[in-house]
């Protein structure tokens, strides 16, 4: 059987969306949604690639193209998402994607095509070892739940609930935003628009989420989530320079997500991904998660090299530092004119 390759328009979302939520290997971030999302926020041209075989989608490829003057000219399936790659029902499907994706990258003349895989794939393509993912099975037993944490995390978890902290779901982003934007910052890291996680909760609805939490009335902690299947992933999280001084803070955030998540049915915490041997990294498998390395893979096209664009890249540890001591609305300010070609 013929396999077409297909940009997708709006004709056809419904159909993609119908097919990433069975399809095996697909993922939120497969999701037609995020064609309009990176349009709308980031003005990235987005080249959303199905196979066709009689009429029916057997196979698909999100990608989007990211130009900039500091980070290179690159096509990518994700940007901005830490999965990707290609999703199909059989070989033929696959090749044809992928064969279409690097004549794309040709043709634009990037410095390369990035495949956030989840899974290994069999193209002999350079591989990236640096992100793994964090997933585990939530139990309907919030006791069964709070077992599976090592006792260490566990005694955190704990220490945030005698320090007074509560939790509450938020309806808009702005409160999210402050929180978030003055983590990131203090982690040296630019931080994207607040339009862009308005775009998100416009356009994936009642499948994103923001959780606070407080203390004493003050917001210390702040996540974004997203839901798929039955899957929850916190995505965008971050807690404030005041929570240093509360015992327990990111532990409770986070609990209080899979407590809350197991209550509306969902049987997987997705806690996302983070690079080999951080911070991040080490919480996350000390709050006993098993890391699971993301074969990230590239196609060079005029790059000699996978590319790095990765804050623990010792050309980017002078940003680093300066951004962290930024004032705080100055970091806003600029931060979005660079987030934007992160990616």
Same mark, same amino acid.
């Given at each position: 059987?013929?396999?077409?390759?297909?940009?997708?328009?709006?004709g056809?979302?419904?159909? !993609?969306?119908?097919?990433?939520?069975t399809?095996? *290997?697909?993922?939120?971030?497969? %999701?037609?949604?995020?064609?309009?999302?990176?349009?709308?926020?980031?003005?990235?041209?987005?080249?959303?690639l199905?196979? $066709?075989e009689? *009429?029916?989608i057997?196979?698909?490829?999100?990608?989007?193209?990211?130009?900039?003057?500091?980070f290179?000219?690159?096509?990518? #399936?994700?940007?901005?998402?830490v999965?990707?790659?290609?999703?199909?029902?059989?070989?033929?499907?696959a090749t044809?994607?992928?064969?279409?994706a690097?004549?794309?990258? =040709?043709q634009?003349?990037?410095?390369?095509?990035e495949l956030?895989?989840?899974? =290994?794939?069999?193209?002999?393509?350079?591989v990236? $070892?640096?992100?793994?993912?964090?997933?585990? @099975?939530?139990?309907?037993?919030?006791?069964?739940?709070?077992?599976?944490?090592?006792?260490?995390?566990?005694?955190?978890?704990?220490? *945030?609930?005698?320090?007074?902290l509560?939790s509450?779901?938020?309806?808009?982003?702005?409160?999210?935003? %402050?929180v978030?934007?003055?983590?990131?910052?203090?982690?040296?890291?630019?931080?994207? #628009?607040r339009?862009?996680?308005?775009?998100?909760?416009?356009?994936?609805?009642?499948d994103?989420?923001?959780?606070?939490?407080?203390?004493?009335?003050?917001?210390?902690? @702040?996540?974004m989530?997203?839901?798929?299947?039955? $899957?929850v992933?916190?995505?965008?999280?971050?807690?404030t320079?005041?929570?240093?001084?509360?015992?327990?803070?990111?532990?409770?955030?986070? !609990?209080?997500?899979?407590?809350?998540?197991?209550?509306?049915g969902?049987r997987?915490?997705?806690?996302?991904? #983070?690079?080999?041997?951080?911070?991040?990294?080490?919480?996350?498998?000390?709050?006993?998660?098993t890391?699971?390395?993301?074969?990230?893979?590239?196609?060079?096209?005029?790059?000699?090299?996978?590319?790095?664009?990765?804050?623990?890249?010792?050309k980017?540890?002078?940003m680093?530092?300066?951004?962290s001591?930024l004032?705080l609305?100055?970091?806003?300010?600029?931060?979005?004119?660079?987030?934007?070609s992160l990616?």
């Open positions: 059987m013929t396999v077409a390759i297909r940009q997708l328009d709006d056809r979302r419904g159909d !993609w969306d119908a097919y990433v939520a399809a095996e *290997g697909a993922s939120f971030f497969h %999701r037609a949604g995020w064609r309009e999302v990176l349009q709308r926020a980031f003005g990235h041209r987005p080249f959303f199905y196979a $066709e009689a *009429g029916a057997t196979g698909v490829l999100p990608l989007a193209q990211v130009r900039s003057l500091l290179g000219n690159s096509l990518a #399936s994700l940007p901005f998402c999965y990707g790659g290609i999703v199909a029902d059989n070989a033929a499907a044809a994607l992928r064969e279409e690097c004549r794309l990258a =040709e634009l003349g990037v410095g390369a095509l956030r895989n989840w899974r =290994e794939s069999d193209a002999d393509w350079p990236k $070892e640096l992100y793994f993912t964090f997933r585990k @099975a939530i139990d309907p037993d919030d006791e069964v739940n709070l077992k599976a944490i090592p006792n260490r995390q566990r005694a955190m978890i704990r220490k *945030g609930i005698k320090e007074g509560e509450e779901w938020d309806s808009g982003v702005e409160r999210l935003y %402050r978030y934007s003055e983590s990131v910052r203090n982690l040296g890291t630019p931080v994207f #628009s339009r862009y996680l308005e775009v998100l909760m416009e356009v994936f609805g009642d994103c989420s923001v959780l606070m939490i407080t203390h004493g009335g003050k917001d210390v902690a @702040a996540v989530n997203f839901y798929f299947r039955d $899957e992933l916190p995505y965008y999280g971050g807690s320079s005041a929570s240093r001084d509360i015992k327990g803070v990111n532990h409770f955030m986070y !609990w209080e997500l899979m407590r809350r998540s197991s209550e509306q969902y997987l915490f997705d806690f996302g991904r #983070s690079k080999k041997d951080t911070g991040p990294f080490s919480f996350k498998k000390n709050f006993g998660f890391p699971e390395p993301l074969p990230y893979e590239y196609y060079l096209v005029k790059s000699d090299a996978v590319p790095d664009v990765n804050p623990l890249n010792p980017y540890k002078l680093v530092e300066t951004w001591k004032p609305p100055l970091a806003n300010f600029i931060g979005p004119f660079i987030a934007r990616g």
